[in-house]
């Protein structure tokens, strides 16, 4: 019997053996942490704390602005030394708070302290979700307390855990799962009771036969919960892909997973809101996956949030040969790094250093019209229409072909013989949409508001007159009666 899956993808270099063995070691590094205030989709967090403010791990060092935000944790005890912009894995300074570790990774009061979740409304589980600075976990970085906050609470009918981890190289998800299953099914419990008509669903791609085998031992017994096993296929962890693969449903840019009646969350999120809500314990922590061909001792590590790349890296061994390539993340929708002084941040997965850059050694050279990248879309778009539109600044013509629906996956970079950068055009494509699209808001306002005041103008003029005339009517009637 086939396995379920989606139409489209493909079939890259796993490379999951260097690390998938390696169990999940815990790092906590001296020095400098570094924490963003901009570590999810939404408004940046604003800095809660002053230069020279001593903090504990588990204190909130910047506050949510606005509903689609998250609050940023301390990982760890120490001073704020530097409130400013910092270089982040994108290349962008962001703004941050800077905290010298003191060593002591002293914790605010009651963190640690158990908790029943029974005993806990949907509101207060919601509340805590919130507090504890929680976002998605497996690369969006979506505040959690947002996703678990439908419409209707009624129409949600699946609960997805995303375990498929279909990136190659990673394995800081299978390694979760192989230890710290138990709370993964605790932290989908606690999802579940906020839905009472929503089945959960563990969705493991079958390249991971001991995940699925232990988390179906763990789930015995669990009527709500089961665990599926999904073709792999690249990207098969697609929040859009995941949802067809299992549901049978679709959705596009334009919807909300709830629309299809349904929410996903990363396995590692899972565990964050376990941690929160039974054991009073704030987004502090993540493991990442340090691993690749140049690596000397591929790794899983558990680190504070906040360390830099660079000291986690010589931390488990450093580099056997030199790398060609530095990736923040897998080599499908990674970013290259130019610098390994950037920090982790919520959404961070891992850090991959090849000894050859395959984008390098393979030049580019022109369209054949084989059209695999056509055949390869999840998201059954045509690569070749949209990259001539990207290329000659046709705009409308780009989001015509629905270019806005690309999920940026690279799936149609990596299948495309001629190598061309499909992905990167389509990306910048899809910023400038985005841009214009904000210019045009913000025109609309301007105009809006020219024309409120435009308007508020003529009715005041209109106003002053009447009275004018009154006033003069009235000195005409008084000069008559004389």
Do not use: H, W
């Given at each position: 019997m086939s396995k379920a899956t989606f139409k489209g993808g493909a079939h890259p270099y796993e490379g999951k053996s260097l690390s998938e063995n390696a169990e999940i070691s815990l790092l906590d590094l001296p020095g400098e942490y570094v924490f963003p205030m901009s570590q999810h989709i939404g408004a940046p967090a604003k800095p809660c704390v002053n230069v020279g403010d001593n903090v504990l791990a588990g204190q909130k060092i910047g506050e949510a602005q606005g509903f689609i935000s998250a609050d940023v944790i301390s990982s760890v005890s120490g001073t704020v030394k530097k409130i400013e912009p910092r270089m982040q894995t994108g290349g962008q300074p962001q703004m941050s708070v800077v905290v010298e570790s003191d060593g002591r990774f002293e914790t605010v009061p009651g963190v640690g302290e158990e908790r029943s979740a029974a005993d806990l409304s949907k509101e207060e589980i919601r509340d805590l979700v919130k507090a504890a600075g929680i976002t998605g976990m497996g690369g969006a970085g979506f505040p959690?307390?947002?996703?678990?906050?439908?419409?209707?609470?009624?129409?949600?009918?699946?609960?997805?855990?995303?375990?498929?981890?279909?990136?190659?190289?990673?394995?800081?998800?299978?390694r979760l799962m192989m230890e710290e299953g138990e709370k993964i099914i605790g932290g989908l419990k606690i999802c579940?009771?906020?839905?009472?008509?929503?089945?959960?669903?563990?969705?493991?791609?079958?390249?991971?036969p001991k995940a699925i085998e232990h988390m179906t031992k763990l789930c015995a017994g669990e009527k709500r919960i089961e665990v599926k096993a999904l073709k792999t296929k690249y990207p098969e962890g697609g929040e859009r892909q995941l949802i067809n693969a299992v549901t049978g449903r679709y959705i596009n840019s334009s919807l909300l997973p709830a629309d299809a009646g349904a929410i996903v969350d990363n396995v590692a999120t899972l565990i964050a809101i376990y941690d929160a809500v039974v054991l009073n314990t704030p987004l502090m922590q993540k493991v990442i996956t340090v691993t690749g061909d140049a690596v000397k001792n591929p790794s899983n590590v558990k680190v504070r949030i906040g360390s830099s790349y660079k000291d986690i890296l010589q931390a488990v061994g450093g580099l056997k040969t030199e790398a060609r390539k530095l990736i923040c993340g897998g080599p499908m929708m990674g970013q290259a790094l130019f610098d390994l002084n950037v920090p982790v941040t919520k959404p961070s997965s891992a850090l991959c250093a090849f000894a050859h850059d395959e984008v390098e050694e393979n030049p580019t050279t022109p369209c054949i019209r084989c059209a695999r990248c056509v055949d390869a879309c999840p998201e059954f778009l045509v690569p070749p229409m949209m990259v001539r539109a990207a290329t000659h600044g046709d705009l409308e013509g780009f989001e015509a072909l629905n270019g806005m629906e690309c999920m940026e996956c690279g799936t149609c970079s990596y299948v495309c013989p001629a190598r061309r950068p499909l992905t990167q055009i389509f990306k910048q494509a899809r910023k400038m949409v985005m841009n214009k699209r904000r210019t045009e808001a913000a025109e609309k306002r301007?105009?809006?508001?020219?024309?409120?005041?435009?308007?508020?103008?003529?009715?005041?003029?209109?106003?002053?007159?009447?009275?004018?005339?009154?006033?003069a009517s009235k000195k005409a009637t008084a000069k008559a009666l004389k």
């Open positions: 959690t307390y947002v996703k678990l906050m439908p419409k209707d609470d009624e129409a949600i009918d699946y609960f997805i855990a995303n375990g498929s981890e279909c990136e190659p190289y990673l394995t800081s998800d299978y579940l009771k906020l839905f009472p008509n929503a089945k959960g669903i563990i969705a493991i791609e079958d390249n991971k301007q105009r809006d508001e020219l024309e409120r005041i435009a308007k508020e103008a003529g009715e005041a003029a209109k106003k002053a007159a009447l009275e004018e005339l009154y006033e």
